[in-house]
């Protein structure tokens, strides 16, 4: 083909193609650009630098060889591309170094191997262009429903056409037990957007959480318009799911609206989502009364926070146990889920013998510690007393106010409790030092000599052992495995130690050690120090 045959055949063609990709002309007319750059090159020589310009109203094209003009002649490495500036001034006594020259080129005909290069590379560039638009069309559309047909099912995976671009519903993201055949029409939710080498990759999901709110916010204005927030959603796809929603106009239900009149609003998403059951409940900002309502319909009678483990023990009636837990633990696990909280659930039976159980050992030890009758020492856990340490350091004062202790008694109560305390601490620093647990890991901020010898009985017996640790060695932590959450114990398990107290005795030691700058460590451990007296 002559490409100086007809000077609007090159607009034609690029019109066509852009509406025919649904691209922009201007990238087609520079894929057509850049092939003709390139079969010039191949014409006249691969090192010159040509350009190939197409005039975007006349349609006029012109080649261009560029030379950059320099200062020396030692300092031209291409000869094609480069002039030094002896050579140019003779062709322009103006030009200064780092000016351009251009030449126009004779226009030519394109042999067969030109064409197909050509051909190429304005298929590449227009594919990339469409692949860069599709991507740029669905990067933000992200969170969304989509429409689609079904194309094809490979493996379990749908492929779904989705009119410009396909997404695919990976197994895991599909409703279990919904059998999705070609030519379906699907509604789903795009979940993610990535860029790979082969195009967009747009997945797809009717499983995901955000489908369910993104049903919701369809079908209930309410939901729509921000009167009524959807603030969490938990799944268990085709069999059951636990929303949470908020309203903030007082005067609005969240629970009511979402319900909608006879059902008519929660059963078109319960008909989308093949008959999923789904709990509305009403969300709070206190943890507890939020846990209680996820928990339901099971009743509750008590909720006992654990904030540094983000665990939360609730106790039910006995015959509530199983609604409470639900069929597999379903019930349970949702709430979990929802709540972001790890529940324990407790009859009423188990709890109550549990606290039998831990009162009889406080009775047991102040019995053997103090020498006390059994009626004393369960006097003093009925007032509050759980260790010696209340017993020994607490004002005079409290325990004048029980009933039956006079000044003398308490006195004396106070001194036995001190008597132990002490014949316990050097019981244990003899332990301590048995170990083989240095006395400077004593000198580090919080360590007592029941931390000291749990560290011992691990292994770290120096502050450099302790240097090389990080909190999750002392505290413990978490790993998901076979899609369960486990638990590994820290080395001071059962000490309650937070992880502001971890991390400050790990960045203490490594101050001894000389590991890290001692001014601003120092600081941080005052601030800390600061902020715990406040709150005394």
Avoid at 20 to 46: C, H
Avoid at 274 to 279: A, L, P, Q, S, V
Avoid at 430 to 445: I, S, Y
Avoid at 518 to 529: F, K, T
């Amino acid at each position: 083909m002559a490409i100086s045959a007809n000077r609007l055949e090159l607009l034609t063609i690029a019109r066509s193609v852009a509406y025919e990709k649904n691209i922009e002309e201007s990238i087609v007319v520079e894929a057509i650009e850049e092939a003709i750059s390139k079969a010039a090159r191949a014409r006249y020589g691969a090192d010159h630098q040509i350009d190939a310009r197409i005039n975007l109203k006349s349609g006029e094209l012109t080649l261009k060889r560029k030379q950059r003009v320099v200062a020396t002649q030692d300092e031209v490495e291409n000869p094609n591309q480069q002039i030094p500036l002896s050579v140019a001034i003779r062709i322009d006594p103006s030009v200064k170094v780092g000016h351009v020259f251009e030449e126009d080129l004779p226009l030519f005909d394109f042999g067969r191997v030109m064409s197909l290069t050509g051909k190429q590379v304005i298929t590449q560039r227009v594919r990339e262009a469409e692949r860069d638009k599709q991507f740029e069309e669905y990067k933000d559309r992200v969170g969304d429903i989509i429409n689609g047909i079904v194309k094809r099912v490979e493996y379990g995976n749908v492929i779904v056409d989705l009119g410009r671009g396909e997404g695919v519903i990976r197994r895991d993201q599909t409703l279990p037990r919904e059998n999705l055949n070609m030519g379906d029409r699907v509604r789903c939710y795009i979940y993610d957007v990535r860029r790979e080498p082969k195009g967009p990759q747009i997945f797809l999901s009717r499983a995901h959480p955000g489908f369910m709110a993104k049903l919701f916010e369809a079908e209930v204005p309410e939901v729509y318009d921000g009167v009524i927030e959807i603030k969490a959603v938990a799944r268990d796809p085709s069999s059951r799911a636990k929303i949470a929603v908020l309203s903030h106009d007082n005067s609005i239900d969240p629970v009511g609206a979402c319900v909608g009149m006879r059902g008519s609003r929660v059963q078109a998403v319960v008909n989308e989502l093949g008959g999923e059951k789904i709990d509305i409940i009403p969300w709070s900002p206190d943890p507890a009364t939020f846990i209680v309502n996820a928990l339901q319909p099971a009743e509750v009678t008590k909720v006992v926070l654990d904030e540094d483990e983000n665990r939360v023990e609730v106790v039910v009636p006995d015959e509530q146990l199983s609604l409470a837990i639900g069929r597999r633990g379903q019930n349970v696990r949702l709430a979990s889920q929802l709540t972001g909280w790890s529940i324990d659930i407790l009859t009423e039976e188990e709890e109550r013998s549990r606290r039998e159980k831990e009162a009889n050992s406080r009775t047991d030890l102040f019995m053997g510690a103090i020498d006390v009758d059994e009626m004393m020492a369960r006097l003093l856990v009925s007032e509050g007393f759980e260790t010696i340490e209340e017993l020994a350091y607490v004002e005079l004062g409290e325990l004048l106010q029980i009933e039956g202790f006079d000044e003398d008694v308490s006195a004396e109560l106070q001194a036995r409790a001190r008597d132990y305390i002490e014949r316990a601490q050097t019981e244990l620093n003899t332990k301590r030092a048995d170990l083989g647990v240095e006395d400077a890991v004593l000198d580090l901020p919080g360590v007592t000599l029941e931390i000291a010898i749990k560290l011992g009985e691990g292994g770290v017996k120096t502050v450099e052992d302790v240097a090389g640790l990080v909190s999750d060695d002392l505290r413990g932590w978490f790993e998901v495995k076979n899609g369960e959450k486990v638990r590994f114990p820290g080395l001071l398990e059962g000490m309650s130690m937070s992880v502001e107290d971890a991390d400050a005795l790990v960045m203490a030691a490594r101050v001894k050690m000389g590991w890290v700058e001692a001014p601003p460590v120092a600081d941080v451990l005052e601030e800390a120090e600061v902020a715990a007296d406040g709150q005394e």
